[in-house]
């Protein structure tokens, strides 16, 4: 069974562009979860979409933002890079839908550098 | 607000030997889970261990395990027989029950553990 994807791996933007980040959730999980996880700090919660909504956000600009497709899948947007946006994203995902299910897998993230 | 610190940036352990990481957490929430993650320099976040705030026995996994002590609201991993694949940045997370659904994992920084041959 194929844990969760994450691509691109690697992106490099410049200032002022958007990036596009996207998220396939291992099969059966309706939760997603975004954390950006900056040099020399944790991971810091950005979005959570469980079937189709956003359920919670996190401390970041609105500049930072994201859907969840049908299949559960999702797209985090950032625009108007800044160079303090360069970090790997990571996405996780959950059983979600209510069910009382504490496990998080996470994807590999994706390395977004911004010059 | 829920907080999760981790006071050790970075650790050491011999092959074989024992280490213990730090964290502490702060909350005023009562249905909670704390877990430990582990990210080796492939950056896949594994979970190593997770334990029920309402349980007053420790979990374990195999050589981890943890001492969780509610009241001082501390959640150290224990890793016994250290082997070289253990070498990685281990998270301390804390997750709330909200109306008993699972909300997200707020991280510390991290340690950053050396396994020495």
Redesign the interface.
Known sequence: EAGVTQSPTHLIKTRGQQATLRCSPISGHT?V?W?QQAL??????LL?YDEGEER?R?NFPPRFSGRQFPNYSSELNVNALELEDSA?Y?C?S?VGG?V?????F????TRLTVV | AQTVTQSQPEMSVQEAETVTLSCTYDTSENNYYLFWYKQPPSRQMILVIRQEAYKQQNATENRFSVNFQKAAKSFSLKISDSQLGDTAMYFCAFMKLVNYNTDKLIFGTGTRLQVFP
């Open positions: 939760s979860y954390y020399g700090l944790g991971l810091q919660f959570w919670n996190g790997l990571l996780a959950s209510g009382m299910n504490t496990e998080a996470f994807g590999q993230g």
